[in-house]
């Protein structure tokens, strides 16, 4: 289907109930990109879409992230919870990803590592796409670099800013 190659060799995913769904296109899809195991898979998260706590999913993913220099992925419905309890880790540069433009800038500028999707405001199609995008797209460093490490600053600074 899609052959070319990608800066990542494996992918992690979790989802919770809301990106159930969403999940297991992604799964499937993954393992149809050619070349055949240019990319290895593991899947978290719900197995069903009974209701379930998003917060305990997302260490897994980012183990696997920071442990195996894994793409990540983490659905839920807005993708907003997802967010916010992947981008607590030091390491760990999370995008809320809507379009394909916010995809490849969070890769280009920000050295995204986790690409976060709102199940419901998110066609299967249009996440296979940026899906592919997140996966091949490179990091400009540069100036880029610089304000990636000042972000990474921020989440050991809370001492010092609230004092």
């Given at each position: 289907m899609y052959e070319q190659e990608y800066l990542f060799n494996k992918v992690a995913i979790a989802s919770d109930h809301g990106g159930f769904f969403m999940k297991r296109k992604i799964v499937k899809f993954v393992c149809s990109l050619e070349p055949k195991?240019?990319?290895?898979?593991?899947?978290?998260?719900?197995?069903?879409?009974?209701?379930?706590?998003y917060p305990d999913f997302i260490p897994p993913v980012i183990s696997d992230v920071l442990?195996?220099?894994?793409?990540?992925?983490?659905?839920?419905?807005?993708?907003?919870g997802m967010s916010i309890g992947a981008n607590r880790f030091h390491?760990?540069?999370?995008?809320?990803?809507?379009n394909?433009?916010?995809v490849v800038s969070s890769r280009n500028h920000n050295d995204?590592?986790?690409?976060v999707i709102p199940s419901e405001y998110s066609s299967a199609e249009e996440v296979f796409q940026w899906l592919i995008k997140f996966i091949?797209?490179?990091f400009h460093d540069g100036r880029h670099s610089r304000r990636v490490?000042?972000?990474?600053?921020?989440?050991?600074?809370?001492?010092?800013?609230?004092?």
């Open positions: 195991d240019a990319i290895t898979i593991a899947e978290y998260g719900a197995d069903s879409d009974a209701p379930c706590d442990l195996d220099g894994a793409a990540g992925i983490l659905i839920c419905k807005s993708g907003v390491g760990i540069r999370a995008a809320l990803c809507y394909e433009k916010v995204a590592n986790i690409m091949s797209a490179p490490q000042k972000v990474e600053l921020l989440q050991t600074d809370t001492k010092r800013i609230i004092q």
